[in-house]
Nanobody, 124 residues
């Protein structure tokens, strides 16, 4: 059974950092591109970042200003998202997802499996 389980979210102050994790199981982790999406209250889910099979290709949404870093550890079947210099507008549920496509898919329809999300709240 395929499972993607996010963790690492929490309540932090502006400027703080968090490291989100996504543990994958039940599928060939290393043969799936992986990505992060987020959904803020009252907003549609949006793309954050993606990473290819062996981390050769990385893509992080430019609007995030280099504050986020995506990585993966295939030996641990785990995907990560480092969040730095967090802002209130980063408040959202963060979802990880897996795609059969090669490269760095950037749209929801390109992903096959989804986690249930982890909450990130940035507030003073």
């Amino acid at each position: 059974q395929v499972q993607l389980v996010e963790s690492g979210g929490g309540l932090v102050q502006p400027g703080a950092s968090l490291r989100l994790s996504c543990a994958g199981s039940g599928y060939s982790f290393s043969r799936y591109s992986m990505g992060w999406f987020r959904q803020a209250p009252g907003k549609e889910r949006e793309f954050v970042a993606a990473i290819s099979w062996s981390s050769r290709n990385l893509y992080v949404r430019d609007a995030l200003g280099g504050r986020f870093t995506i990585s993966r550890d295939n030996a641990k079947s785990t995907l990560y998202l480092q969040l730095d210099s967090l802002k209130p507008e980063d408040t959202a549920i963060y979802y990880c997802a897996a795609s059969r496509l090669v490269g760095v898919p950037r749209t929801e329809d390109q992903y096959d499996y989804w986690g249930r999300g982890t909450q990130v709240t940035v507030s003073s």
